[in-house]
């Protein structure tokens, strides 16, 4: 996996992160949308996979609890390096191409699966509380 701040750096730090060549990128990928498009998704399985690692928790608590676990792992690296993906998203975000849409989609995941565990726990006010949590991201 590529980390996101090389990715977005240049071209050439991208290749030299992900151990290859220019011209194995450019077969591959015939724009930088096109290498982005594939960071973003390769981030999407990620997380989608994450979020699967909370479904054998039997309540909702308990799955709130490990999604904060989850998000919060990594936190030592994350202000050491910088957050992969508010790196990976601050570019795309100032577009409106689609790949703003797709970045935006990926913080989103956490958000729902959040909101879905507040309504199970019987939360009227699951979508507020949502809303609160997505306005901190």
Do not use: W
Request: glycine share 4%; charged share 30%; with cysteine.
């Amino acid at each position: 996996m590529i980390s996101a701040p090389s990715l977005c750096a240049s071209p050439a730090a991208s290749e030299q992160a992900a151990n290859t060549t220019s011209p194995a990128t450019n077969y591959y990928f015939k724009t930088k949308d096109e290498l982005v498009a594939a960071a973003i998704d390769s981030h999407a399985k990620d997380i989608q996979a994450m979020l699967g690692l909370l479904n054998p928790h039997r309540s909702p608590q308990a799955r709130l609890k490990a999604l904060v676990r989850e998000l919060t792992g990594h936190r030592e690296l994350a202000a050491r390096y910088g957050c992969p993906l508010g790196s990976l998203c601050s570019e795309p975000d100032k577009r409106t191409d689609g790949l703003d849409q797709e970045c935006a989609q990926l913080l989103q995941l956490p958000i729902e699966r959040a909101e879905r565990q507040f309504r199970d726990l019987g939360r009227r006010d699951a979508r507020r509380l949502e809303r609160r949590i997505d306005s901190l991201a």
